[in-house]
């Protein structure tokens, strides 16, 4: 798959018209990656939950259609796997050494993780990252990140449950000079052997602060978990109730601090898929480059075509950049990525 046709279907696939939809769409499209394709179908996004001052409303219906995320998944695993034959056939290579992990298309690089800005290149630069246990198997990660004139916030956490059982949470949110803008979050939880893959949207609208946001996010899963209940008397809930406690664990871990600033609007997207946790870096870049790429062209198909593309060639770079992909670029500053 080329370039200009995927951005030209995506253009008629991706859902929404602001900003804000460009990292939503990415989030629901990143979170199917890891699904088999004959069990795309299978998969749905069931409702959305409003929070409010006024508290919780849920209603039956996703804030993006299954059946454009299906969609939008289906397109991404053909860039991933055209983009794996260019690199099975040497038309793409992958360098990584002391300097950086570098990707060439045909002898042109495409794509760098390294310390050094690119001219023609959107650089993404990472602050130093705060980094805490919260227990003997729970760690919560966050920095800032500058990228397109834009300075973000970025936060990473993790809890291995157990050896097949595990638990991610990624934020992205665009740092103004009163707090933070729009909020996006992507909450999951990760086990073996799935055969359903489903998931849920929250949107949090209010004078909330980032630990209330992550507060509220667990009083609406929590509620989303009983309305699953409900429907299905034979319906035993683990990843949501799982989801919901890590949720509060980060609002009481983030309430007080120097990041715990007034939000814009709220997002959150709550799965129960498999991923791998290689997909961090791929969800984090490709969504800070579409974002940047929808502020410079107003064009909500391409920001997304640009998010996938350069999620997926984090995703490659990661896998076959080895320790050096994993120093340049969580450890180190920069990414770099050819602009839009």
Known sequence: ????????????????????????????????????????????????????????????????PGANVTELARLAKAYYYDLKRQIDAGAVTVVANETGVYTYQNGTLIYAISNTPREGFLTLEFGNWTSLQ????????????AAGGRQWFVLYYVKYVNETHRLYV??????????????????????????????????????????????LLSTAVDRLAKKWQSSDRQYKPQAYPQISQALMQISRAVAGTDIDKPLGKGYALVTDVTIGVGLASAVIFGG?????CYRRTGSLGRAVAVGLWVGVNSFFAGALGGWWSVYFGVRATAGSFLMC
């Open 288 to 292: 800070l480059a579409a974002y940047d």
């Open 170 to 215: 990624i934020t992205l949110a665009e740092v103004g000079a009163a707090g933070y803008g729009d909020v996006f979050t992507w909450a999951n939880y990760w086990f073996k052997n799935k055969t359903v893959y489903f998931g849920d949207w929250v949107v949090v609208e209010g004078n909330f602060t980032l630990s209330q946001y992550y507060a």
């Open 134 to 145: 919260l227990d003997s198997n729970t760690w919560l990660n966050y920095t800032t990140a």
């Open 1 to 64: 798959m080329r370039w200009l046709g995927l951005v030209m279907v995506l253009a008629a696939v991706a859902m929404g018209q602001t900003a804000g939809d460009v990292i939503n769409n990415l989030y629901a499209t990143f979170s199917l990656l890891g699904t088999p394709d004959v069990l795309l179908p299978r998969y749905e996004l069931f409702h959305t939950a409003y929070v409010t001052q006024s508290g919780v409303t849920i209603v039956d219906s996703p804030l993006v």
